[in-house]
T-cell receptor
């Protein structure tokens, strides 16, 4: 699979905070995807990006496809408790996906 | 539509035992996939299929086998279970080429948690 570096590995959120995470790849790709996995469930697609520089929103989530086509960012605005879970970036290579290691989001006590 | 269903949800195997993880989708998708998820490692592709009768290896196929006799079903077979196969297994499907929805939208099942002791 492709080398994907996702950071941070984990983060704590407080309700109302804005948080962000990012992914970088070793190669250029045409499609970046962001998935979320709730505990005990399979991943669900949040946002798909198909063009360098593209900025796409899905509710409080915003993702950007980097100009270099080697990176992507996901921002969550005004966090709420149900934002906890694992967020994965993924690259599409033809019809196969390569996933990053994930960012685990936890609510700060 | 039930989407992608997987059975069983949980299973404990002894070393050397065999089992089949079942996966069924009712969305008439051409493409189906099997992934394994280990803690902190993301999802790794085991096998995939682009249509009935066609399967191919992914990134981590060793120790597994698959078959695709129908569009709906894509079972994953473990012949000689080993502790290294302890993981959560996810099946997914996507529409495939020439469909209205992007092939990048993969729909995942709820997973099978397998422990090999």
């Amino acid at each position: 699979g492709q080398q994907l570096n996702q950071s941070p590995q984990s983060m704590f959120i407080q309700e109302g905070e804005d948080v962000s995470m990012n992914c970088t790849s070793s190669s250029i790709f045409n499609t970046w995807l962001w998935y979320k996995q709730d505990p005990g469930e399979g991943p669900v697609l949040l946002i798909a990006l198909y063009k360098a520089g593209e900025l796409t929103s899905n509710g409080r989530l915003t993702a950007q496809f980097g100009i270099t086509r080697k990176d992507s960012f996901l921002n969550i605005s005004a966090s709420i408790p149900s934002d906890v879970g694992i967020y994965f970036c993924a690259l599409s290579n033809d019809y196969k996906l390569s996933f990053g290691a994930g960012t685990t989001v936890t609510v700060r006590a | 539509n039930a989407g992608v269903t997987q059975t069983p949800k949980f299973r404990i195997l002894k070393i050397g035992q065999s089992m089949t993880l079942q996966c069924t989708q009712d969305m008439n998708h051409n493409y189906m996939y099997w992934y394994r998820q280990d803690p902190g490692m993301g999802l790794k592709l085991i096998y995939y299929s682009v249509g009935a009768g066609i399967t191919d290896k992914g990134e981590v196929p060793n120790g597994y086998n698959v078959s695709r006799s129908t569009t709906e079903d894509f079972p994953l077979r473990l012949e000689l279970a080993a502790p290294s196969q302890t993981s959560v297994y996810f099946c997914a499907s996507s529409p495939g080429r020439g469909r209205a929805a992007s092939t990048d939208t993969q729909y995942f099942g709820p997973g099978t948690r397998l422990t090999v002791l």
